[in-house]
């Protein structure tokens, strides 16, 4: 039997890497969740021009991260090739972070004006940011395995960081707006206090963690072979397309969600149900107690019921988000069992079945949507940390057919695929709401809530159907990732004795 090799990584690197994370979740759910909403309920833009600003600079900002992939495979620093990148971009993300949230009193061209702005600068960090810092992963160690833990400890924590904003963003916009849940002093001093925490989350992983799988020194640096080792490797063309269609899903859905809370959802049933929770204030005897530390953060419905939908959203996407930190724990024991193609195809068929039963909850039906909110995170739980350890595996293979490492422009066309996938899913969003007649701030037509429905539903369960079938056709099964694994080691020992 063949022996493995193993390369165990301490608690305080693999914590360390996973508050990055944290930090990155901060900016990346604050787009699927609240972004949409906050240009046209409380900025005011048209959601026409919204989707073609998303789609234009989302996809325009994809183009960087190939750039960012090859800059960064030739950036050579005492510190590594990945972790400086971490390091200069952690002050300037955070602070443009925080501009995007600021609301100017300059009319309607200069907003949109500012939007655009703000928004490409925020864009082009996010990909100097997290391209590097997704690739690093890859070279912290050469054990699969391991990797798979490494990828755990980030997606806990990336949950943790999702957590933070699904469970505080809006009930903070809302106490620091005065009970206004589209205040423009609200959504400021919040993501004011988000992006300061980021700036810390991202030094804190540059100064825990160290990169040690290198390429061979006697590899020639050519960008041409690069993209050709690349382009032509089935299982990243594989995983480019699935990523693509995972993260249209996850825009689409993420930025209907909050028009479903606030528009489809009976305000009055929300508000019993958490009556039944406890996060609920009746009557004009407020909160006491344990219910004082809640209201403070926002998360107690007020006794007139003005912010039940915020609290509400909060409430069940803090609930998907304890449900997938448990599933992200199981994901390393389940991928080392059945492998990590397996246990993808499971986890997102259980999603897809339980992003279609939510078109079939009624406005008063929270005990329904209480079981598919928890359906949901389970499936998808396990399959988190799964698509960033299945590109290193493809940096592996890509390394193991050519001879050839890439890791920083293989990770960057993953990274590519998902800005276009945030183009597409927040620009569909934007424009299937205002093609069903969507206005802000007031009631709706029955047409635009069958919009908002769809968009929450049976929209985005379209692209997760289409990539489990790509996940089908993905080659790199758990025998060949271990055959792969032990020859690149058994590769590597050879050159690294051959080095003077």
């Keep these: 039997m063949t022996e ?46 919204l989707g073609f600003m998303f789609l ?68 082009i960090l996010y990909s100097a940011n997290n391209t590097p810092y997704s690739a690093l992963m890859g070279v912290m160690t050469p054990d699969a395995s391991e990797r798979t833990s490494v990828a755990s400890y980030r997606f806990v924590a990336a949950m943790c960081g999702q957590l933070l904003i699904q469970a505080l963003v809006l009930p903070l916009v809302a106490k620091f707006g005065q009970g206004n849940s589209t205040s423009a002093k609200g959504w400021a001093i919040t993501m004011g206090i988000f992006g300061a925490v980021m700036i810390v989350c991202y030094l804190t992983t540059f100064f825990n963690t160290r990169e040690r799988v290198q390429p061979d020194p006697r590899q020639k640096s050519s ?57 609920a204030s009746i009557g004009a005897g407020g909160v006491t107690g344990w219910k004082s530390a809640l209201d403070a953060l926002g998360l107690i419905v007020k006794p007139d019921g003005s912010n039940a939908s915020a609290v509400g959203l909060a409430f069940f996407m803090t609930l998907g988000s304890l449900i997938q930190i448990v599933g992200i724990m199981f994901s390393k024991p389940l991928a080392d069992r059945f492998g990590k193609k397996a246990v993808f195809i499971g986890g997102m068929t ?38 960033w350890v299945m590109m290193a595996d493809v940096a592996d293979y890509s390394e193991w057919k050519n001879s ?32 069903y007649g969507y206005v802000p701030n007031v009631a709706q037509s029955e047409h635009a809530m069958l919009g908002i429905r769809l ?19 993905y080659p790199i099964g758990k025998a060949l990732n271990l055959r792969i694994q032990d020859e690149l080691v058994e590769r590597r020992k050879k050159f690294a004795a051959q080095t003077p």
């Design 404 to 435: 050839r490492r890439a890791t920083g422009l293989i990770f960057a066309g993953i990274v590519f695929a998902l800005k276009a996938g945030l183009a597409l899913g927040g620009a569909l969003a934007s424009w299937l709401l205002a093609a």
């Design 223 to 279: 960008l041409r072979d690069d993209l050709k080792d690349v382009l032509t490797c089935k299982p990243w063309i594989v995983m480019f397309i699935l990523t693509l269609l995972v993260f249209t899903t996850l825009v689409l859905r993420g930025s209907a969600l909050n028009y479903y809370f606030a528009y489809y959802l009976d305000q009055g049933a929300i508000r019993g149900f958490l009556d039944k929770v406890g996060l």
């Design 56 to 123: 234009i600079l989302r996809l325009g900002d994809a183009v960087i991260d190939p750039v960012i992939g090859a800059l960064s495979d030739r950036t050579k620093t005492r510190w590594g090739k990945f972790r400086p990148w971490v390091l200069f971009t952690a002050i300037p993300f955070g602070v443009i972070f925080w501009l995007v949230y600021v609301t100017p009193n300059v009319g309607p061209t200069g907003k949109l004006v500012y939007a655009y702005l703000t928004y490409t600068l925020v864009m």
């Design 4 to 49: 493995h090799v193993h390369q165990k990584l301490s608690f305080r690197e693999k914590a360390g890497y996973g508050l990055g994370d944290v930090a990155t979740n901060f900016f990346f759910m604050s787009m699927i969740l609240y972004q949409n909403r906050f240009y046209t309920d409380t900025v005011g833009l048209s959601a026409v021009a």
């Design 455 to 473: 968009c929450a539903t049976l929209y985005p369960a379209i692209p997760f159907a289409i990539g489990i079938v790509c996940l089908m056709i």
């Design 350 to 387: 259980v999603t897809t079945i339980a992003t279609i039963l939510v078109y079939f909850v009624t406005p008063t039906s929270m005990n329904l949507m209480f079981v598919l909110s928890i359906l949901w995170p389970l499936g998808w739980g396990p399959t988190v940390p799964l698509l």
